[in-house]
């Protein structure tokens, strides 16, 4: 079968398999960090906003959310829009900032190191951009 999700899915699982190996000292997965550093650009937006940019349901979202929160990673509270929705400020604890720190040198290495053995992959890159703007547009 030539399936573009399968081959994607097993893709991310090795990557992902590998960078937790790398990430993982510091306390948190390579899932958990990516989640971490994305939101600290989302603040302020919904749950299904933030998901959508994300590329996740709302309730994964805020099962992942509730894990680091209960962690002492994050603290979440929420406050209501001039627009009457409800917004969730995301803010990284002093814990969470120290892990974060962590885990973003432990991903530069790793990330060199990945760079280094499969090379940059530029085309693969701007592909897989494109490909994601494509499937939100088809979604």
């Not at 971490?36 to 992942?64: A, F, I, Q």
């Not at 990284?92 to 090379?119: C, F, M, P, Q």
Request: glycine share 8%.
């Amino acid at each position: 079968m030539d399936c573009i999700g399968a081959k994607l899915r097993k893709a991310s699982r090795l990557i992902t398999r590998w960078m937790n190996d790398e990430i993982i000292p510091c306390g948190i997965s390579y899932t958990q960090l990516n989640l971490l550093v994305e939101l600290t650009n989302l603040s302020g937006d919904t749950l299904t906003e933030s998901g959508w940019k994300l590329g996740m349901d709302r309730s994964t979202l805020t099962r992942n959310l509730l894990v680091l929160r209960n962690q002492g990673i994050i603290t979440i509270s929420r406050e209501a829009g001039s627009d009457r929705r409800v917004k969730n400020k995301f803010a990284l604890t002093e814990k969470g900032h120290g892990i974060v720190s962590d885990g973003v040198k432990r991903w530069e290495k790793a990330n060199n190191k990945l760079l280094e053995s499969v090379g940059k992959c530029e085309m693969l890159r701007a592909d897989l951009d494109w490909f994601s703007e494509q499937m939100r547009e088809f979604i």
